[in-house]
Structures are given as C-alpha cells and as structure tokens.
C-alpha cells in the first residue's frame, strides 16, 4: 500500500479554507453552509486524533471504539449543560431530531449491552 500523501492533503485543506475565508470576507460566500464545514472538520480533527493515539495502543479498533464512545459522551455532556444554561436554545427544531436520536441511542445501548453479557 502506498504511503498516505499528509502533506499534499494538508496543504489542499489549508488552501480551501483560505478560499472561503476570502469568499466570507467579501460577502460571496453564505455563511449557513459553513455549520457543515465546521462539523465535518471538526470531525476530520478527532478522528485524526483518534487515529493519532490507535497508532501506539496495543489493540487500535478497541481504543477507537472507546475513543467514539467518550466523545459521544462528552458532546452529550456538553448539549445537556447548554441547554441546561440557556446557552443553546430550546427554540432549535433540530432538537426534536436529537431527542428522537438521543432516545434510539439509548435503546440501542441497552440492547448491546444486554447482547454483551
């Protein structure tokens, strides 16, 4: 298998993002997209992270496992506060798909690890 070009890559994403950076500063780019963006480099960054630290645990798809199981908690965590503060608001309709998800986790948790012992 070939090696992974990181560098080609890096430099790709550095230059996209100053392209949107100068379209936003001028006023042609519409920032509703950008939430996406956001999210999907957020994502990029913690699974690069999370394959970072598999790199050197004895057995890499248990600690990925375990690293998307602590993230998953920790962002749960963190929306529960928000919206425990008013820092995110109860008005977002999205929120009735994220309790909807929420509850299917549940469940889904429940079943696997009955299925597990």
């Known amino acids: 298998m070939d090696q992974f070009a990181w560098t080609e890559q890096i430099t790709t994403i550095s ?12 006023g042609e780019l519409a920032t509703p997209g950008l939430e ?9 960054r913690l699974r690069s ?3 970072l630290m598999a790199t ?6 248990l600690f ?7 993230r998953g ?3 749960c965590h963190a929306l529960i506060a928000d919206l425990g503060t008013g820092q995110l608001s109860g008005r977002h309709p999205e929120l009735l798909e994220l309790g909807a998800a929420g509850r299917d986790l549940a469940t889904a948790v429940d079943e696997a690890r009955q299925q597990a012992f």
Not at 36 to 44: G, I, N, T
């Open 56 to 61: 050197s645990a004895d057995d890499h798809h």
């Open 15 to 26: 230059s996209v993002l100053r392209v949107l950076e100068n379209q936003v500063a001028s």
């Open 49 to 51: 992270w999370g394959l």
């Open 73 to 75: 908690k920790d962002m």
């Open 64 to 70: 990925q496992q375990r690293f998307r199981i602590r």
């Open 36 to 44: 996406d963006l956001k999210s999907a480099l957020d994502d990029l």
